[in-house]
């Protein structure tokens, strides 16, 4: 670690890139690490790469990442260049399943130090993974979401994964973008 005490991003990437920690590293094309304002007040977090984003090495490219653009916009007035946006693990799970525990674990250091790095003022977590570890339950996200939480020095907004909200449709729409809309309630009151 540098002197100081704390990497940039920069060098956690450098560092995630050479990563072999899970099995996830055998079939990845590259690390997904991450992308946005390493100085957010607003940060994203979601599950994992996507085929498309371990083409790509890019969160979020995909049909969901498309939504979560568009909603961000919409709801909070914001793009990718003004948050950051991250995953709970950093190299694609084959076909697309779920993180396994061990995975999270071994990808879990380098999401708390992308957090603690970028210090933002709101975490929104996608889906249940991303919620469930940083709050640290096993709630699900139709019980956690419509909340905040106090998260660090922050908060913390659960909303669905927007995959999830492009196969559920409507109803979930409308409470991912009443969650958007809690995040940019809580980045006001951090500016104020």
Do not use: W
Request: with cysteine.
């Amino acid at each position: 670690m540098p002197e100081g005490g704390q990497r940039t991003l920069e060098q956690l990437r450098a560092i995630a890139v050479t990563c072999t920690l899970c099995p996830l590293a055998e079939g990845r094309t590259q690390v997904v690490f991450g992308v946005g304002n390493p100085t957010a007040d607003l940060l994203f977090v979601g599950e994992g790469p996507g085929r498309e984003e371990d083409l790509a090495g890019e969160p979020f490219v995909g049909r969901s990442g498309k939504l979560l653009d568009r909603l961000m916009a919409e709801e909070i007035g914001v793009t990718r260049a003004d948050c950051y946006i991250a995953n709970v693990v950093k190299c694609r799970p084959p076909n697309n399943r779920n993180p396994a525990p061990l995975e999270i674990e071994a990808c879990r250091p380098y999401l708390e130090e992308q957090i603690a790095i970028i210090k933002p003022a709101v975490v929104v977590t996608l889906g249940n993974f991303a919620t469930q570890l940083l709050l640290g339950t096993t709630e699900g996200i139709r019980k956690l979401r419509g909340s905040v939480y106090v998260y660090g020095n922050g908060h913390l907004v659960p909303t669905y994964h927007p995959a999830y909200v492009l196969r559920a449709g409507g109803q979930a729409m409308a409470e991912m973008r009443a969650d958007l809309v809690r995040a940019k309630r809580q980045i006001a009151e951090h500016r104020a």
